[in-house]
């Protein structure tokens, strides 16, 4: 893998593969979101394989919960289990809406950035 862009902000990066075999996933646009929208997590807790939760948008551009700055996210309650950031957040027309950042353990909720996507 190859890294073609980090931002250390947000902890996330863009890489290359050089894999065969691989499908590219459709970018949705995360303006166009709404709360109640049917959404799914997808990442690898734990190193032990991939893993689906699914749940609705519960609401939109929280903010106050970033210390690095990024203050637009998304809020869901498919489960994002620990280690299990950065992964996707998918609508159930298969395109990408945001990338999973964390839990609020206060509430019990889960967090997505959000990118702009269009």
């Known amino acids: 893998?190859?890294?073609?862009?980090?931002?250390?902000?947000?902890?996330?990066?863009?890489?290359?593969?050089?894999?065969?075999?691989?499908?590219?996933?459709?970018?949705?646009?995360?303006?166009?979101?709404?709360?109640?929208?049917?959404?799914?997590?997808i990442g690898n807790p734990f190193g032990l394989g991939q893993t689906v939760t699914s749940g609705i948008v519960s609401a939109l551009g929280h903010s106050g919960i970033n210390p690095e700055g990024y203050?637009?996210?998304?809020?869901?309650?498919?489960?994002?289990?620990?280690?299990?950031?950065r992964g996707a957040l998918i609508k159930l027309d298969g395109k990408l809406v945001g990338i999973n950042t964390g839990v609020d353990k206060t509430w019990g909720s889960s967090s997505s950035l959000r990118p702009v996507l269009r």
């Open 1 to 41: 893998m190859t890294p073609l862009f980090r931002d250390p902000a947000t902890d996330n990066a863009v890489l290359r593969s050089e894999a065969d075999n691989l499908t590219e996933v459709a970018l949705g646009n995360s303006e166009d979101l709404l709360v109640d929208d049917f959404v799914v997590a």
């Open 71 to 85: 203050e637009d996210f998304i809020q869901t309650d498919a489960s994002i289990n620990p280690s299990n950031s």
